[in-house]
């Protein structure tokens, strides 16, 4: 059985200055053996299909600083699997769009210099499935998650979500876990949910021997 750590959407170069610290903590305090980040390691707020905001860089700029954001995570991290985001697929899915395969591109670990990390779609440990955690929703996503997929499921994608909501039947229990995320709310990529009243949980999620756990940071 392992002892988790799951890291929540980091959104590069908008990951809050905080959150590796607060990780680390978290990973000495529940004595972890395994590190899973649930994706959205970075933004791309350039390269996509949607609007950009004035304050940002430029993409090249933009890729600078998302490197010394992932850098400073591998640091503290070089063990990790990434369940791979919508954001972190920008590139491949415009590159796609145009008919490039996907042989004309870097793979994510030459991009981002983190040779041990291992980027999949999804991971399952002690019976427990994690995910990005597109597909789901409403107020529990993950909970609505685990109950379709009726298996106990860990995600990140929504920020305002943090949590953990369980249902028993006569002989099984599943639970949904959403973890919050890592990203500092004021950075200029983040500001497309100033108007938004539900603001994003900075916290991580913690799995021991299949037991769920969130920890919040505060700000
Ligand atoms: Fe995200």
Request: aromatic share 12%.
């Amino acid at each position: 059985m392992s002892k988790v750590l799951v890291i929540g959407d980091t959104h590069a170069p908008a990951m809050h200055k905080k959150y590796i610290p607060f990780l680390g903590n978290i990973a000495r305090k529940w004595k972890i053996d395994r590190v899973i980040h649930v994706g959205d390691v970075v933004d791309h707020h350039c390269i996509s299909f949607h609007d950009k905001h004035p304050d940002n860089p430029g993409a090249a700029k933009e890729y600078e600083l998302t490197l010394n954001q992932v850098s400073q995570l591998y640091k503290d991290f070089p063990d990790l699997t990434v369940t791979i985001g919508n954001h972190d697929m920008r590139v491949m899915r415009l590159n796609a769009k145009l008919g490039i395969p996907k042989m004309y591109l870097k793979e994510f670990n030459a991009l981002y210099g983190t040779p041990k990390w291992k980027w999949i779609e999804y991971v399952e440990i002690d019976g427990v499935y994690y995910y990005h955690g597109e597909g789901s929703g409403g107020q529990h996503p993950a909970f609505n998650a685990a109950k379709m997929r009726m298996q106990s499921t860990v995600m990140g994608h929504y920020h305002s979500a943090c949590g953990i909501w369980y249902q028993a039947g006569p002989t099984t229990k599943v639970w949904g876990m959403n973890v919050g995320c890592g990203v500092d709310r004021n950075h200029w990529s983040m500001q497309y949910g100033s108007a938004f009243l539900k603001k994003p949980i900075v916290a991580c999620g913690v799995v021991i021997d299949g037991q769920p756990f969130v920890e919040t940071m505060n700000l």
